[in-house]
């Protein structure tokens, strides 16, 4: 906005109407200042000096673009029509394109709420009979040719006249039926009388051919630009004689503003929604039931992250140069969780989001578990959840853009830069409080919750609803929580309503009916359309009750996770079944001695030769192994087992490996001999140093793997000839704390720092319209700081020091920042003022060299 709508004016007259947006702010109290500062935190980013700072700073098109994108539908259609109407318009004037000629009752009824959201947010300011819309919401809200109104509504006849010659606007006056005037302004004025009144303007349209009515009809809600020839037809040479269209190119035609709006019965909008559309429940579901389908996904999602990470235990996947995760590692991990890509970039993202997850830092960069890992594997399960949905909710890292394209043409990765999207968080947040607000257990799709979402939150421009950002990140959210476990069959789980901050749902009275088909009554389970659902508290929650928060989160839980078991079953398969989740000791012992063969509500493992000797490699013996299964089996180990054990246990460590580069020393030499002979030992280039030593040129690692492809079972051994244990080594990163979610703009501003930023702006204010004596260097410049020689601001101060009266200095600080203050001096000496400062209500000290110049305040204000 442009200063010229915020001079420093003097504070209007009681009773006057406010001449400007800053003088309109100066009548608000300290509650409707601080809304305004709560609601557009940008505006205090810094604290503005006074409140023409802060009127100008709400003018700015940053500051009011965000402001309209945060209102909702109907807010919104209001500014767009008060775009559209005289400057100032009334209260009535703004309804009547609003409801229409018929006056719609609904339209009346939230009119009152929404032309108040504007004025809280200062996007509108004036009395009820002189509205006015902020500039630059003006400018950016009203049509243009290069920019179409949303109301589909184009300019008035004023505005398209404006270049038309004197002459031709008196022709088309004469041929509507006025009598001609002697100036094109009154001609003007004429026919916009005419095209605003409906019964005259009724009464022409009556005498029209029904093809100028067609045309009409086709540009009445938008766009109203229209192509012409050189030699019109003649039913549109009878819109253009009479004004109905007017020029604006060679070309082209315009249906003016007043004549849309006669065919329009009053309206600027040609469907107006006052009340959000209901959230209709899909389906309902016992809340038992809910509860237990989300816990089951709680646990399944604690599982996947550890997995996750323990098969990053030795070192995850190599950092791109560009930062992220490659496409080949991605497809690796989702092959290794047994899940699609989108859903294995989740896991990462999530992981990564709540500080489990990161890169080391090393030359050869490469992904591995954060020491924060160990310490949420030492948590309760319950814990352990809440600080993975945590993490969820407040993140701004958005997984679904994983395989995407930034707006340079790059392939988005996971882990890599630009994944942060800071509507994220709040778009989840809704998402789930919209579900709390539907019955207990109930369910809704996408398709009903998004109509509610795009009514509070209109997609901007042109863009399709449907690829809209946060279209794409309402049915991520859902998707997402109902992995993580916060939904449950769609519908919000009592620990996610406890994570969220929300009171437990109320009972019902009639038991839902259980089925996944079953759909709700409308009218059993339909929510007002008028009443918004219950909305998470508009400022941010204090550390303690975010605690508090996902304590009861955990709590609920707590008891619906499946207990840890210590025991399996063996079957003669070579198989053992865990009929659950196991202890974790067993579960890593377990995870070494038997591979994973399938998961799901009981996972199966199976022993195999490669299996044992892995065992056996991390230092464990057959009697050990035997002792193991037999202590954690409530089936007897089966005999077939127990000779794969013995049978690998006596083979293993028959051949040593050691590092020459590399040799093979059995006591055996006839196996030796078996080796050399084996065609596919070439490869190794071996041969026969001693009967009981072969030789290799391949190192000892691939020695290893090709004789253990041969079927034989090596060990490699120390260089004073002790078998070496090999156990898996678990990498760590530095310590590392999970990525800062992007904020959307600044934070809201708390109650202590909003007080003390109004005391500051009222302080700022009343300095800077306070009344002063003109002083001899007042000129054309009245307005600014005071200046005075350093001889008149030592005497003007000595004086306020006897006479006790208050000036009006003008000061700079250490930094250079200039500012006006209220002082009251108390002493002065030593080139120093001490004083009580009414703009900062305290008393302070200045450097006289540092005051610019000092004024005596008007005797009404001494």
Known sequence: MSTEEHPTPDPAPAGTAPRSLAEALRTRDDTSLSTLLRTRPDLITPVPTDLTQLATRAGTRASVVRALERL??????????????????????????????????????????????????AL??????????????????APSPQHPSPTGLGPTVAEATAGMSPGRIQEIVATAGLPTTHDSVSAVGSLTDLFTDRVRMSALLDTSPTESLQVLSRLVWGPPYGQVTADPARHLR???????????????????????????????????????????????????????????????????????????HEGGPSVLRAGGLSVRDLKRTAVALDVSEPVAAFWVELAYAAGLLASDGEADEQYAA???????????????????????????????????????????????????????????????????????????????????????????????????????????????????????????SAQGRALLGLPPAAPQTAEPPSGPGDKLPAHKHHRPAAEAPPSPAPH??????????????ARLLAPLLPEPLDHVLLQADLTAVAPGPLKRPLADTLGVLADVESKGGATVYR????????????????????AFLTAHSRTPVPQPLAYLIDDVARRHGHLRIGAASAYVRCDDDALLSEI????????????????????????????LEGLRSMGFAPAAESAEGDVLITRAHARRTPPRTAP??????????????????????????????????????????????????SAETLATMQAAVLTGEAVWIGYVNAEGSASQRVIAPIRVEGGFVTAYDHTADEVRTYPLHRVTGVAELADDQA
Not at 261 to 267: D, E, F, I, S, Y
Not at 434 to 452: K, Q, V, Y
Not at 540 to 553: C, D, K, T, V, Y
Not at 679 to 700: E, F, I, M, Y
């Open 540 to 553: 941010p929650r204090s550390p303690a009750e975010h605690a508090a928060a996902a304590a009861q989160a």
């Open 124 to 141: 509108v300011w004036g009395p009820d009979d002189r509205l006015r819309l902020v500039r630059t919401a003006r400018e950016l809200l």
């Open 740 to 789: 800062e979610p992007v904020p959307d703009g600044p934070p809201i501003p708390d109650a202590t720092l909003l007080g003390a930023a109004i005391r500051a702006i009222r302080a700022g204010d009343l300095a800077s319209t306070t009344p002063r004596k003109p002083t001899p260097a007042d000129g054309p410049g009245n307005g600014e700081l005071p200046r005075t020689s």
């Open 370 to 492: 954060t020491p924060g890992y160990d310490e949420w594997l030492e948590l309760p399960a319950a814990e352990r959840w809440t600080r993975l949905a945590d993490a969820w909710l407040t993140a701004t890292r958005t997984a679904g853009l994983v395989g995407g394209r930034d707006t340079k043409e790059r392939t988005l990765s996971a882990l890599g830069p630009g994944l942060d999207r800071s509507a994220a968080p709040e778009v989840r947040l809704r998402v789930l409080t919209l579900l709390a607000g539907l019955p207990e257990g109930a369910s809704a799709t996408p398709d009903s919750l998004l109509p509610r979402l795009h009514w509070e939150r209109p997609p901007r421009g042109s863009q399709p609803p449907a690829d809209d950002l946060r279209t794409r990140l309402a049915r991520w959210a859902l998707s997402e929580a109902e992995l993580l476990g916060v939904t449950g069959r769609g519908a919000l």
């Open 72 to 121: 909702d539908r109907f807010a919104l259609q209001t500014a767009e029509a008060l775009a559209v109407a005289p400057e100032p318009a009334t209260q009535d004037e703004l309804l009547g394109l609003m409801a229409g000629d018929d006056e719609d009752p609904a339209v009346t009824a939230a009119f009152p709420r929404a032309l108040e959201a504007l004025r809280e947010q």
């Open 676 to 703: 050399l002979a084996d065609k596919r030992s070439q490869g190794l280039r071996l041969r026969r140093l001693a009967p009981t030593v072969l030789a290799a040129q391949a190192d000892p690692g691939t020695l």
């Open 607 to 626: 022993f195999t030769p490669g299996s044992v000797r892995r065992a056996l490699d991390a230092g464990r013996s057959a009697s050990d192994l035997h």
């Open 238 to 312: 009878w819109l253009m004689d009479r004004g109905l269209l007017l020029p604006t190119a060679p070309g082209t035609v315009v249906l003016p503003r007043e004549v849309a709006l006669h065919l329009r019965a009053g309206r600027a909008h040609r469907v107006t929604e006052p009340v959000p559309p209901p959230v209709e429940p899909a389906a309902t579901h016992r809340p038992q039931v809910v509860d237990s389908a989300a816990a089951g996904q709680a646990y399944t999602a604690l599982a996947t992250v550890e997995e996750l990470l323990k098969d990053w």
